[in-house]
């Protein structure tokens, strides 16, 4: 496959490549930044690692894993909004991040400008 027509995910290394990242990157923050570690009680969990693991993997154009077993956008919204009040877009789909090829989400009943 060429380069146009790869996927992110793809071109990133597939899920090995994401999860080692990912990985890498909670490690540092465990780490080096106490006060964000703070906020998944000093250490991320395998489970949340997963779980990101699944939604980035997703988002960079590989299977659609957290949306058939997490619960999709909904779920990540819902379980990351903690303003009350805040608009969500009901029912919007997992973003697909491509080659400059993903623009914003807009819902159907969106106000225009």
């Not at 996927?7 to 930044?33: C, H, K, M, P, Q």
């Not at 993997?57 to 909004?81: F, L, Q, S």
Request: hydrophobic share 40%.
């Amino acid at each position: 496959m060429g380069y146009a027509a790869e996927s992110i995910y793809e071109w990133g290394g597939g899920r090995d490549a994401f999860e080692r990242w990912l990985n890498r990157f909670y490690d540092l923050v465990e780490a080096e930044s106490p006060s964000i570690a703070a906020m998944f009680g000093g250490k991320v969990s395998q489970e949340h690692r997963l779980h990101v693991t699944d939604w980035w993997c997703e988002v960079m154009g590989g299977p659609d894993v957290y949306t058939e077993e997490r619960g999709g956008y909904e779920r990540m919204v819902a379980m990351h909004n903690s303003q009350p009040g805040v608009a969500v877009a009901a029912h919007a789909p997992v973003p697909r991040w491509g080659w400059g090829v993903a623009p914003p989400y807009v819902p159907d009943d969106a106000p225009s400008e």
